[in-house]
């Protein structure tokens, strides 16, 4: 059973950066794309970015495109979501999500396609 562990959330201010983590733990063929969602209060969820463990391109939604970035250390099964120049609205539940499948930019917004997810880290951005 695969498992997904997000970390790194907290408050920070507007301008500011920060990294989330998501460790993942299980069979290594469990699981071949891992994604980055997130949800506001009274929004509904939004795809972020995703990438697979194999392979060499990460894929970022245009809504954060130029502030966020995906990326992996697969020796450490671990995906990363670099944050910049966070802004007030970016306040959510993070969440990273794993799926059998290989996935692109195409795909990866489809919540449905991930059967595994971490319990998700608050990041509040104050003004």
């Known amino acids: 059973q695969a498992q997904l562990r997000e970390s790194g959330g907290g408050l920070v201010q507007a301008g500011t950066s920060l990294r989330l983590s998501c460790l993942y733990s299980g069979r290594a063929e469990s699981t071949n794309t891992v994604a980055w969602f997130r949800q506001a209060p009274g929004k509904e969820r939004e795809w972020i970015g995703c990438t697979t463990w194999t392979g060499n391109t990460a894929y970022t939604a245009e809504s954060v495109k130029g502030r966020f970035t995906v990326s992996k250390d697969s020796a450490k099964w671990t995906v990363y979501l670099q944050m910049n120049n966070l802004k007030f609205e970016d306040t959510a539940v993070y969440y990273c999500?794993?799926?059998?499948?290989?996935?692109?930019?195409?795909?990866?917004?489809?919540?449905?396609?991930?059967?595994?997810w971490g319990q998700g880290t608050q990041v509040t951005v104050s003004p």
């Open positions: 999500a794993a799926s059998r499948g290989y996935y692109n930019e195409r795909w990866c917004p489809d919540a449905s396609l991930f059967a595994f």
